[in-house]
């Protein structure tokens, strides 16, 4: 398993972590592997990848503040980045998981606006926890 992490830390986030941790459900693995990367690799290209992942591991186990903070670091550090939608759908939804309703909301709500060519997954999905959470 040590093994593994360091593979994958060294040879990239999304290609060999994914696979060979999260859809094993070693996630505590996977969190700290996501880790290492960016201790080690702060502005890799895949970067913008492991920040998002490291917020999922959170997301997964019900770790929802830790979660949130992450999503938000995430899309605070790229804005316009390719995960950006993302962190701030799932910004949204652990606020939500939170009782921050408003907040939530408000997030959920922003991301039409800020990312109008967002795959229609994405918005289906912010459009369902806005329903899940009674945003008005």
């Given at each position: 398993a040590e093994?593994?992490?360091?593979?994958v830390a060294v040879t990239?986030?999304?290609?060999?972590?994914l696979?060979?941790?999260l859809q094993q459900f070693r996630i505590p693995e996977a969190e700290r592997a996501f880790t290492e990367f960016l201790a080690q690799h702060p502005n890799d290209e895949l970067s913008h990848n492991a920040r998002y992942w490291l917020g999922e591991t959170f997301y997964a186990?019900?770790?929802y503040q830790q979660a949130a903070e992450t999503f938000l670091d995430a899309y605070q550090k790229a804005p316009q980045g390719p995960k950006a939608a993302d962190n701030m759908l799932k910004l949204g939804m652990s606020l939500g998981r939170l009782d921050?309703?408003?907040e939530a909301?408000?997030?959920l709500g922003g991301i039409a606006q800020l990312f109008p060519t967002a795959a229609?997954?994405?918005?289906?999905?912010?459009?369902a926890e806005r329903r899940r959470i009674a945003c008005a």
């Amino acid at each position: 398993a040590e093994d593994g992490i360091r593979y994958v830390a060294v040879t990239g986030v999304q290609t060999c972590a994914l696979p060979i941790l999260l859809q094993q459900f070693r996630i505590p693995e996977a969190e700290r592997a996501f880790t290492e990367f960016l201790a080690q690799h702060p502005n890799d290209e895949l970067s913008h990848n492991a920040r998002y992942w490291l917020g999922e591991t959170f997301y997964a186990r019900g770790q929802y503040q830790q979660a949130a903070e992450t999503f938000l670091d995430a899309y605070q550090k790229a804005p316009q980045g390719p995960k950006a939608a993302d962190n701030m759908l799932k910004l949204g939804m652990s606020l939500g998981r939170l009782d921050r309703k408003t907040e939530a909301c408000a997030t959920l709500g922003g991301i039409a606006q800020l990312f109008p060519t967002a795959a229609a997954t994405l918005r289906d999905q912010a459009a369902a926890e806005r329903r899940r959470i009674a945003c008005a």
